[in-house]
């Protein structure tokens, strides 16, 4: 389960912190962030390996940062400069592996349930 928090109101220019925490005993491998704005797709904005690789969407570049925390299984988006054309529902996603009882790996994805950043000119 992947639980997203930190999506609010802000002016133009603000900065908001997202955090997407991840229940359960996986591992993360990738964790990445998409954003999906009214009427349009769903869109990555920002992705991170365990090992720290990132990997942003044009538009995003200089001004979110994506990190991860693997001891809490959280990863963070960091939004400075804020742009109207932020405004989203912006989503976490990752996908995990763990080991059943018979040491065979499991995987999959998961997505959190979307947390609103509504940015103001």
């Known amino acids: 389960q992947l639980q997203a928090c930190g999506g609010g109101l802000v002016q133009a220019g603000g900065s908001l912190r997202l955090s997407c925490a991840a229940s359960?005993?996986?591992?993360?491998?990738?964790m990445d962030w998409y954003r999906q704005a009214p009427g349009k797709q769903r869109d990555l904005v920002a992705a991170i390996t365990s090992g720290g690789a990132t990997n942003y969407a044009d538009s995003v570049k200089g001004r979110f940062t994506i990190s991860r925390d693997n001891a809490k299984n959280t990863v963070y988006l960091q939004m400075n400069s804020l742009k109207p054309e932020d405004r989203a529902v912006y989503y976490c996603?990752?996908?995990?592996?763990?080991?059943?009882?018979?040491?065979?790996?499991?995987?999959?994805?998961?997505w959190g349930q979307g947390t609103v950043v509504t940015v103001s000119s």
């Open positions: 359960g005993s996986v591992n993360m491998n990738s």
């Open positions: 996603a990752a996908d995990w592996i763990y080991y059943n009882d018979h040491s065979e790996p499991v995987v999959g994805r998961s």
